[in-house]
C-alpha cells in the first residue's frame, strides 16, 4: 500500500514539475548560473522571456550587452547526489525504499520538487521529530510536532501551463509551427476541522467530519500556430517591436475531478466498537481520454517590446481567452460506498458530453538596463496563482563579474540570489547561489548552480 | 472499511508526520477510558469466592490505531496506573491482575501484571500506583488493530469473609514505535 501511494504521489509531483512554466522552475530547476546569481531575473533576451513575449523574438540580441549565445550547465548537484545515493546501491536505498525503516516520503516528494541538478550548499531539513497519537474510548488526538508546518493552512494549490515543445520555420518575422502545451492545476484546502486537528493539534470531537476539498485537472495536446513579430518604429537601437500568435489548439486529453468532500466522520463516542471512522467521499469527475474527439479552442498572445539605447522595456500576455472545448467528455459522480467499502458511481455517468476548460492566462513585464558594465533588471510575473517578481543585477570589472538579486516567489517567500564568473575570451564560467522555498517545509534551502557560457 | 478509511488518514497523519525519518510514532492509549465505558473499571473480590461468582471481567477489546503498525518495530511500552482497593469485610490481601493479549483468551497466559493491594481492612481504600516496563515478548502485540485486555481478583482472606472492590482510577498504554506502519 505504501509504495502505491508514494508512486501515485511520485507521478502526481511529476506531471506538475513537468509542466511547470519556465521562470518559476527558474526558481527551482535554474541551470544558468548568471540567473541563479540575480535570484532568477533574466538579463538577457533568451527563452525565458520569448516564450512570454513574442515581441522579443524581433529584438535583435545586443539590444543587451554581455548576452552569452549559449550556457551549458554543470550539474555539481549530480555529483553531490550520487555520492549520497550511489547507483550500484538504489535498489536498497533508503530514500527510494518505502519498506526502509529510514524511508522519508517528504524527503523524496522534496527531491521532485527540487530535483537535485544543482549543489545544494544547504538543503532543506526534513522534519524527522516523533509524532504523538492520544487514543482513548471518546478521545483521538494527534500531534504532528514539526511536521504540522507541512500542512497548509490556506488553499494549496500547483498550476502549471507549458509548452514544452515548439517547432517551426520563421520567414521574414513570420513563423508557422506547432506547439505542444500541458496544464496541470491542483489545488486543495482542508476544512477547519481537519485543519485543526491536524496542524494545531486539536482532540477529534465525535460525530464530526472531518475532510478535504478542492479539484484537480490535467490536460494537453498540441496547437498549430502561426505567428509574427516585428519592429514597427525605429532602429535597432531606438524601436518599438511588437508580436503575437494564434494558437489553435487540439486537446489530446484531459481528466478533472472536483472533489466536494474527502475525509471521514467519526462515530460517537469515537471508539466505539470497531469501526469509529466513516469515509466520507463525494466527487465528480470528468474525462476525455486519448481517442475521443479532440478538445478545440483558439488562444493568442501579444507582446511589445520597446527598446530606447541602454533600457529594453517588454509586456506580453499569453493564452488570452484560450478556452479548450471538449465534445466528448465523459461525467462520472462518484461517491465511496460504505456499505460495499468501494467507490461507486451514485448517478448513470454521462456520455459524449460538451465541458470547457481554460488556460490561465499568463502576464509578463519586464525591464533591462545596461549602462556601462552594470546591467539591472526585474519581472513580474503572473500565471494564474502568484505574482513572481525577480529583480538582480550585474556589475562586471574586466574579466570579473559580480550579480545579485531579490526575488518574491509563487509561495510569496522572499528569495536571494548572489554570485559571480570569470570570462576568458569567448567562455564564461559562472556560479550563483539563491535560496529557494522548493520543499515542503517553511525554510529556505541554499543551492548553488555553475554553468559555462559561450559568448 | 475501517482499514481503507484509515489509508486516508494516514496520508495526511502518520504520511505527513510519522512517516518522518527516523521520527516515531508514540501513541498513548487511555485503557482506563474503554474499562469505564464498560463498566468494568471496579470489580469485586471475594474470599473466599463464592460458588459461581467469576473472579474475572469479561474480555475487553481496546482498539489500537486501525492500521495496525505494519512490520513497525516497537521501542519501547509501558503501562502506568492506580488501582484502589476498598475493603468492606474481612481482613487479608487482594492481588490485582491485568491480561493483555491479541486473542481473546488472554486468562490461558500469565498475568502481565500483578499489583498487590497489602494487607486490607474494613474502611480500607488503599490506592496502589503502578508502573511496568512491557518485556520484549509482549511488545510486537501493539503492532497490532486492537489488544483485548483482562483483570482477574485474587484474595486471601486472614480474617474470612473478605470482601470489597477494586477500582481502577487510571490505566495509560504508552507505545513507541519505529515507523514503518505501511
Known amino acids: 500500500m505504501r509504495t502505491t501511494v508514494v508512486s501515485s ?114 538543503k532543506v531539513p526534513t522534519p524527522t521529530n516523533d509524532v504523538t497519537f492520544g487514543i482513548g474510548k471518546d478521545f483521538f488526538q494527534a500531534d504532528l510536532g514539526k511536521a504540522q508546518s507541512l500542512i497548509p493552512a490556506d488553499q494549496f494549490g500547483i498550476t502549471g501551463s507549458s509548452r514544452p515543445l515548439s517547432i517551426g520555420p520563421s520567414f521574414h518575422g513570420i513563423s508557422v509551427g506547432v506547439t505542444g502545451w500541458l496544464h496541470d492545476d491542483v489545488e486543495f484546502q482542508l476544512d477547519d476541522s481537519l485543519l485543526a486537528f491536524l496542524k494545531d493539534a486539536h482532540q477529534a470531537h ?102 530606447t539605447g541602454p533600457i529594453v522595456f517588454g509586456v506580453g500576455v499569453n493564452d488570452i481567452g484560450a478556452t479548450i472545448t471538449w465534445p466528448d467528455t465523459r461525467i462520472e459522480h462518484v461517491i465511496y460506498d460504505t456499505s460495499t467499502n468501494k467507490f461507486v458511481n451514485d448517478l448513470p455517468p454521462r456520455l459524449g458530453v460538451e465541458t470547457k476548460t481554460k488556460l490561465p492566462v499568463t502576464y509578463l513585464a519586464n525591464v533591462i538596463y545596461t549602462l556601462g558594465g552594470t546591467t539591472v533588471g526585474a519581472d513580474l510575473l503572473d500565471n494564474g496563482r502568484g505574482t513572481q517578481i525577480h529583480v538582480g543585477a550585474e556589475q562586471r570589472f574586466g574579466p570579473f563579474a559580480v550579480r545579485g538579486g531579490v526575488a518574491r516567489d509563487q509561495r510569496k517567500k522572499v528569495e536571494f540570489g548572489w554570485g559571480g564568473g570569470l570570462r576568458f575570451g569567448p567562455f564564461g564560467l559562472d556560479a550563483g547561489f539563491w535560496t529557494h522555498s522548493n520543499a515542503l517545509s517553511d525554510q529556505r534551502g541554499i543551492t548553488m548552480a555553475t554553468s559555462l557560457s559561450i559568448y | 472499511m475501517q482499514k481503507t478509511t484509515w489509508v486516508g488518514v494516514t496520508l495526511m497523519v502518520a504520511g505527513l508526520g510519522a512517516g518522518c525519518g527516523q521520527g516515531r510514532l508514540i501513541f498513548n492509549v487511555d485503557v ?151
Open chain 2, 32 to 182: 482506563y477510558s474503554f474499562l469505564k465505558s464498560a463498566n468494568r473499571d471496579t470489580v469485586p473480590y471475594y474470599a473466599p469466592l463464592p460458588p459461581g461468582v467469576p473472579d474475572t471481567i469479561p474480555v475487553q477489546t481496546v482498539n489500537l490505531p486501525p492500521t495496525g503498525a505494519g512490520s513497525s518495530i516497537v521501542d519501547s511500552a509501558s503501562l502506568t496506573g492506580t488501582v484502589a482497593f476498598v475493603d468492606a469485610q474481612g481482613t487479608g490481601s487482594v492481588s490485582y491482575q491485568l491480561f493483555i493479549d491479541t486473542a481473546r483468551a488472554v486468562y490461558t497466559r500469565p498475568a502481565l501484571l500483578t499489583v498487590s493491594s497489602g494487607s486490607v481492612s474494613p474502611g480500607d481504600s488503599i490506592n496502589t500506583p503502578f508502573s511496568l516496563n512491557i518485556p520484549a515478548a509482549i511488545k510486537p502485540f501493539f503492532t497490532s488493530t486492537q489488544i483485548y485486555v483482562g483483570v482477574r481478583l485474587a484474595g486471601t482472606a486472614t480474617s474470612p469473609p473478605l470482601q470489597g472492590r477494586a477500582r481502577l482510577t487510571a490505566l495509560q498504554l504508552s507505545v513507541a514505535l519505529q515507523d514503518k506502519i505501511f
Open chain 1, 206 to 307: 465525535d460525530n464530526t467530519t472531518y475532510s478535504v476539498f478542492g479539484n484537480v485537472l490535467a490536460e494537453g495536446g498540441f496547437a498549430p500556430s502561426i505567428g509574427y513579430s516585428g519592429r514597427v518604429y525605429g532602429n535597432e537601437d531606438r524601436g518599438l517591436y511588437v508580436g503575437g500568435g494564434v494558437h489553435y489548439y487540439l486537446g489530446v486529453a484531459y481528466g478533472s475531478s472536483l472533489v466536494d468532500t474527502a475525509g471521514f466522520k467519526t462515530g460517537s463516542p469515537i471508539f466505539s466498537g470497531t469501526n469509529p471512522l466513516t469515509p466520507q467521499f463525494s466527487a465528480t469527475t470528468s474525462y476525455s481520454k486519448y481517442g475521443n474527439t479532440f478538445g478545440h479552442g483558439v488562444g493568442v498572445d501579444v507582446g511589445l517590446a520597446w527598446v
Open chain 1, 9 to 122: 504521489g511520485l507521478a502526481a509531483l511529476l506531471l506538475a514539475v513537468a509542466a511547470l512554466p519556465l521562470p518559476l522552475a527558474g526558481q527551482g530547476l535554474l541551470t544558468d548560473a548568471r540567473r541563479a546569481g540575480m535570484a532568477g531575473v533574466s538579463l538577457t533576451l533568451d527563452g525565458a522571456l520569448t516564450r512570454y513575449n513574442p515581441a522579443y523574438r524581433a529584438v535583435p540580441p545586443q539590444a543587451v550587452h554581455g548576452g552569452a549565445k549559449a550556457t551549458i550547465p554543470i550539474p555539481l548537484g549530480l555529483i553531490q547526489f550520487f555520492h549520497d545515493h550511489p547507483i550500484s546501491n538504489l535498489r536498497n536505498d533508503p530514500l527510494f525504499h518505502p519498506d526502509s525503516a529510514r524511508f522519508n516520503p517528504i524527503e523524496l516528494a522534496d527531491l521532485v520538487l527540487h530535483l537535485p541538478l544543482n549543489y545544494d550548499v544547504r
